[in-house]
């Protein structure tokens, strides 16, 4: 059974940093592409960052970057984002999720078949 748990979310004000972290268990970590995304209210889904399988290449929506930074240690089945200078329109429900799919495909979150339950990121001004 695949899983995915996320932790690290909480309030924060703008400028401050925050560390997600996602643990995984169930597949062969290494053979998947891991990326975070994020969903604000009212809004769909989008893609955060990606870190391609098995960690040489980083991804990264352009309105993060800079400021954050995803990483993963294949021996602890573990991938993080630290998030610095936020900002309130980064708040959002974020998501851990992994994916065998092509590396063309690494920023929908549609090829993704398994998520996390998310955590909460709430900036404030």
């Known amino acids: 059974q695949v899983q995915l748990v996320e932790s690290g979310g909480g309030p924060v004000q703008a400028g401050d940093s925050l560390r997600l972290s996602c643990a995984v268990s169930?597949?062969?970590?290494?053979?998947?592409?891991m990326a975070w995304f994020r969903q604000a209210p009212g809004k769909e889904r989008e893609f955060v960052a990606a870190?391609?399988?098995?960690?040489?290449?980083?991804y990264y929506t352009d309105s993060v970057k800079g400021r954050f930074t995803i990483s993963r240690d294949n021996a602890k089945k573990m991938v993080y984002l630290q998030m610095n200078s936020l900002k309130p329109e980064d708040t959002a429900v974020y998501y851990c999720a992994s994916s065998a799919a092509a590396l063309s495909a690494i920023r929908q979150s549609e090829m993704y078949p398994y998520w996390g339950q998310g955590t909460q990121v709430t900036v404030s001004s």
């Open positions: 169930g597949l062969t970590f290494s053979n998947y592409h």
């Open positions: 870190s391609k399988r098995p960690g040489s290449s980083e």
